[in-house]
T-cell receptor, first 114, second 112 residues
Framework: EPEVTQTPSHQVTQMGQEVILRCVPISNHLYFYWYRQILGQKVEFLVS????????KSEIFDDQFSVERPDGSNFTLKIRSTKLEDSAMYFC????????????FGPGTRLTVL | GENVEQHPSTLSVQEGDSAVIKCTYS??????FPWYKQELGKRPQLIID?????GEKKDQRIAVTLNKTAKHFSLHITETQPEDSAVYFC???????????FGPGTSLSVIP
């Protein structure tokens, strides 16, 4: 069964550094998402992406964040200048589209900002 | 925007008993309600979902009910097993906005 994949599984970075988190959505899916989950807390929506543009974004998704689909398979989340409070698990998800609402989550990237 | 509340935050049941988790949502335009199970360190896994044109849905030991008028929905797990132990998240989606809002989660422990 196809799955969403994410790399790396764990990223450690220094405060102020840029990070890029990578996701490969399920191949025939059209809608892509990023969520984050601070340890022990709920999953929070960051951004949705369709047809090469952002559909929706939350208050968390400020100017430090950007998303890109650089080719036909990858979907990336960039954080330009990481802060300590960016430490969290970041999940990518994808959805087929049409009348299908189900979002399938990747395994996550644990980001640790020191 | 949408806000999803969830109760209880923790729940312990004896193996074989039933577990019920309740959620409320604020946006009457929300029309899709998934439930996710998350084991420690793992991704959220969809276990059941319900759309607003349906009042109840069942899949083996898991059932979900939806009351659109009251804006609440519930997850029912019968004959609980130790492997049901996990954090369960309810969520709501207003499809024209295409963003899923999660509840705070319920940590379920099934005691053998």
């Amino acid at each position: 069964e196809p799955e969403v994949t994410q790399t790396p599984s764990h990223q450690v970075t220094q405060m102020g550094q840029e990070v890029i988190l990578r996701c490969v959505p399920i191949s025939n899916h059209l809608y892509f998402y990023w969520y984050r989950q601070i340890l022990g807390q709920k999953v929070e929506f960051l951004v949705s992406f369709y047809n090469n543009e952002i559909s929706e974004k939350s208050e968390i998704f400020d100017d430090q964040f950007s998303v890109e689909r650089p080719d036909g398979s990858n979907f990336t989340l960039k954080i330009r200048s990481t802060k300590l409070e960016d430490s969290a698990m970041y999940f990518c998800a994808s959805r087929a589209g049409g009348s299908t609402d189900t979002q399938y989550f990747g395994p996550g990237t644990r980001l640790t900002v020191l | 925007g949408e806000n999803v509340e969830q109760h209880p935050s923790t729940l312990s049941v004896q193996e074989g008993d039933s577990a019920v988790i309740k959620c409320t949502y604020s946006d009457s335009a929300s029309n899709y309600f998934p439930w996710y199970k998350q084991e420690l360190g793992k991704r959220p896994q969809l276990i059941i979902d319900i759309r607003s044109n349906v009042g109840e849905k069942k899949d083996q030991r898991i059932a979900v009910t939806l009351n659109k008028t009251a804006k609440h929905f519930s997850l029912h797990i019968t004959e609980t097993q130790p492997e049901d132990s996990a954090v369960y998240f309810c969520a709501a989606l207003e499809t024209s906005y295409d963003k899923v809002i999660f509840g705070p989660g319920t940590s379920l422990s099934v005691i053998p």
